[in-house]
């Protein structure tokens, strides 16, 4: 079964300072790759994703993530945080055949706090 | 143009009872799934519909069910509720089938707490 690891619970980063969220995962074969932000009793919403291609996705809010093979890691970078950024980050994984029956995969999210 | 929609926002029920939850996905989508949030974690996979038939369930028991309408609308029902159904119900539509994991758009969610 896929697994989906985000080793750190939670994060403080000061305003304007760089940020990186680690996410690993177990899967046989290479997976889809999410990632969903969620801020306090809010839904879910999609930050970026990754089929295949290009190892380094861009999404919105000015998020990127790199895809590792090798480490099978799928971590989210921010060159520079904001206040508003301030929310549950989830990492998420999905069989690659995009088939709908398996649904996604979720880590248990890391909490990421702003310091200003 | 309006979201995935899930109703009540909110409720309240005592153990043993059951609860029926209501999506409304967005205009033109055709695929429903439902994940159940504990407090602290990720959302967990309940089921899949799509064209009114269940494509695909999760690690749930039986107590939970589903059904998809055809406008495409779902409803969610849990029976004989226990006090660890409580969390918040997560309902995401897509257009089409092969896009449910992939297109996938959330709704805010439906907060159940059973006392």
């Known amino acids: ?61 000015g998020f990127e993530a790199e895809f590792k093979r090798s480490q099978s890691s799928f971590n989210l970078r921010k060159p520079s945080v904001h ?26 999210g890391t909490h990421l706090i702003i310091q200003p | 143009d309006a979201g995935v929609t899930q109703s009540p926002t909110h409720l309240i029920k005592t153990r043993g009872q059951h609860v029926t939850l209501r999506c409304s996905p967005i205009s033109g989508h055709k695929s429903v799934s439902w994940y159940q949030q504990v407090l602290g974690q990720g959302p967990q996979f309940i089921f899949q519909y799509y064209e009114k038939e269940e494509r695909g369930r ?19 029902n849990v029976n004989a509720l226990l006090l660890g159904d409580s969390a918040l119900y997560l309902c995401a539509s897509s257009l089409e089938e092969g896009d449910l994991n992939t297109e996938a758009f959330f709704g805010q969610g439906t907060r159940l707490t059973v006392v």
């Open chain 2, 58 to 76: 999760g690690n749930f028991p039986d107590r939970f069910s589903a059904r998809q309408f055809p406008n495409y609308s779902s409803e969610l």
């Open chain 1, 1 to 61: 079964a896929q697994s989906v690891t985000q080793p750190d619970i939670h994060i403080t980063v000061s305003e304007g300072a760089s940020l990186e969220l680690r996410c690993n995962y177990s899967y046989g074969a290479t997976p889809y790759l999410f990632w969903y932000v969620q801020s306090p009793g809010q839904g879910l919403q999609l930050l970026l994703k990754y089929f295949s291609g290009d190892t380094l996705v861009q999404g919105i809010k």
């Open chain 1, 83 to 108: 206040w508003s950024d301030a929310a549950e980050y989830f990492c998420a994984v999905v069989k690659n055949s995009g088939g709908g029956a398996d649904g996604l995969t979720f880590g248990k």
